[in-house]
């Protein structure tokens, strides 16, 4: 026996990207079908994710796809009228000093694309306020995250 359906798109992968993009491509009028490998949904990375929602990407794509996700999680209640449980609490990353200019490009990046992340120097037990393009010594600086 086989089964035909019609469907305007088909998404591969039932996580929290394939059910975000058949969520939101059904909300648009679009017949949506998830083909899922695993037994239940949201097996694969995401359940492997700790549920962290973070910026500090590399790549334009993945800043902009996070931003936006974001964005949606802190409105979720007004949207859908459900706490979806989202609390910011920030990222802290240490970057060992071989990696800091590469790391201080992307946090340029994530501050070009709307994402205001916070680079920081530890000084004296404080930390204070730091500018992504000032060149203290290496292994000198983090990334507050911002309050995702």
């Known amino acids: ?3 035909k359906v019609k469907v305007d798109a088909l998404i591969i992968g039932a996580g929290i990207m394939g059910a975000s993009c058949a969520f939101q491509l ?3 009028g679009l017949r949506v079908a998830v083909l899922e490998a695993q037994i239940s949904p ?5 359940v492997r994710s700790t549920a962290g929602v973070r910026v500090q ?3 334009e ?3 902009r796809l996070s931003w936006e996700s974001i964005q949606e999680y802190q409105h979720f209640q007004d949207l859908y009228g459900e706490d979806a ?3 910011p609490i920030g990222y802290l990353l240490l970057v060992p000093p071989e990696r800091l200019v590469v790391h201080m490009a992307s946090v340029r990046l994530q501050q070009y694309y709307f994402c205001l992340p916070e680079a920081s120097k530890r000084k004296g037990g404080r930390d204070l306020p730091g500018n992504p393009s000032d060149e203290s010594p290496p292994g000198r600086k983090f ?3 911002g309050n995702f």
Request: hydrophobic share 40%; glycine share 14%; no cysteine.
């Open 1 to 3: 026996m086989s089964l």
């Open 26 to 28: 059904s909300k648009r």
């Open 42 to 46: 949201a097996m694969g990375s995401t």
């Open 57 to 59: 990407f590399t790549e």
């Open 61 to 63: 794509v993945n800043i």
């Open 85 to 87: 449980g989202y609390r």
């Open 143 to 145: 990334l507050a995250g």
